[in-house]
């Protein structure tokens, strides 16, 4: 029975993972586009803010970790 309940609380914590990640994702894309729109800028610019984003994610969660480690 141990099993099963970490399972459960593995899937319920890697589900809300997934979700956060799709909502960092649509947010970013979403704020990429509508300055794109309004700027006008270059198309590599645009595909370089786009990169940008994966560092975003992981420099973002990384400082969350940090920080909700240091409380502990």
């Known amino acids: 029975m141990t099993n099963v ?3 459960v609380a593995t ?3 890697e589900k809300w993972g997934m ?4 909502a960092f994702a649509i947010v970013w894309v ?3 586009e509508l300055l794109f729109q309004v700027v006008d800028g270059p198309t ?3 595909y370089m803010m786009m990169l940008a984003g994966i560092a975003a994610y992981f420099g ?3 400082n969350y970790e940090l920080a909700t ?4």
Do not use: T
């Not at 979700?19 to 799709?22: E, T």
């Not at 480690?69 to 502990?72: A, G, I, L, Q």
């Open 11 to 13: 899937v319920r914590d």
């Open 44 to 46: 590599y610019a645009y």
């Open 30 to 32: 979403s704020l990429v």
């Open 19 to 22: 979700a956060v990640d799709l």
């Open 5 to 7: 309940r970490e399972w």
């Open 60 to 62: 973002l969660f990384w």
């Open 69 to 72: 480690k240091s409380r502990e």
